[in-house]
């Protein structure tokens, strides 16, 4: 059960995994993220951790549910994160925000 999704931070190579939210709801909080993190959007240590906050802070200390991993497992990638470039699939930050 439950949606199985990643966001996918191409320039560490690190997969965000997430059971339950849709890709709506990722789309959604990595929304959230990059707003909140507009003045890192040029520091890429502190906008990955910016992500990874926003997407298990209603579960911070929860034992499942998310996961991060050099190796995509079980689901798919729904969200491509490219912080060098600034694009989230392919997409301006700018205009993914919108």
């Keep these: 059960m439950g949606e199985r999704n990643y966001i996918y931070l191409e320039n560490d190579k690190i ?11 990722l789309k959604e ?11 890192r959007w040029n520091d890429r ?23 991060l991993s050099s190796d995509l497992w079980d689901g798919e990638v729904v969200l491509s994160v490219d912080v060098d470039k600034r694009q989230v699939n ?7 925000i919108k």
Excluded: C, M, P
């Excluded at 906008?47 to 929860?62: C, F, M, T």
């Excluded at 392919?90 to 993914?96: R, V």
């Design 45 to 67: 240590q502190y906008l990955n951790r910016i992500i990874l906050s926003e997407i298990i802070k209603d579960d911070v200390e929860g034992l499942t549910g998310y996961g």
């Design 15 to 25: 997969y965000l995994y997430s059971h339950w939210n849709t890709e709506e709801e």
């Design 29 to 39: 909080k990595l929304k959230k993220a990059l707003i909140r993190g507009r003045s």
């Design 90 to 96: 392919k997409i301006n930050f700018e205009e993914f």
